[in-house]
């Protein structure tokens, strides 16, 4: 009997559509393509986003950053840097990172400018969920179809970006294999919580 009962389940979880996540950090460069990178990697269905105006790298001063417009290829923003000064951004990392990302998807998108409907969208800072959700209820709506928006905080830098990556990608298996989504999700968030108490966790629900 529990055999069956296991089949059941399994069939069940077989015969729900995968859960349509996105993750968006400020400017889909570092902390959200590298959550892209994890996610696709393990089969879920993944979209990264960036949510600021401009994406934004850093330069060779605090008050010089390289800025780019949301489109813009990774390549190009690749071999931009590399002929602007290899070794410098070799060392810091950056055109490692972006080598990564051209191998991911071809360019930065923006946030704002997706029509996308998605079931779960994770932000990587407060100030992105902020403004996914400004966004969110900005646009007329049309469908009622709700999203859960999550915020967990994550430092912008490599290391924590690839620490960060592991945990939503926990987070977001955990978000798939539940049964229902919409009652079981304040209980998954809980146990988040316990585990990473300084993520800053925040949720809520919009509507396309």
Known sequence: MPYIFNLLKLKDSMDRPKVKFAVSCSSNMNRSMEAHNFLQKRGFDIQSYGSGNQVKLPGPSVDKPNCYDFG??????????????????????????????????????????????FDVILALEE???????????????????????INMDIQDNHEEATIGAWIVCDMCAKLEAAEDLDNEIDEILAEFEGKHPKRNFLHTICFY
């Open 72 to 117: 813009t290829s990774y390549d190009f923003i690749y071999n931009d840097l590399k002929k602007k000064d290899n070794q410098f951004y070799t060392q810091n990392g950056l055109l490692n990172m972006l080598d990564r990302n051209r191998r991911t998807k071809p360019a930065p998108q923006r946030f704002q400018l997706e029509m996308f409907q």
């Open 127 to 149: 100030r992105v969920y902020d403004q996914i959700i400004e966004d969110l209820h900005t646009r007329e709506q049309e469908s009622g179809h709700s999203v859960h928006v």
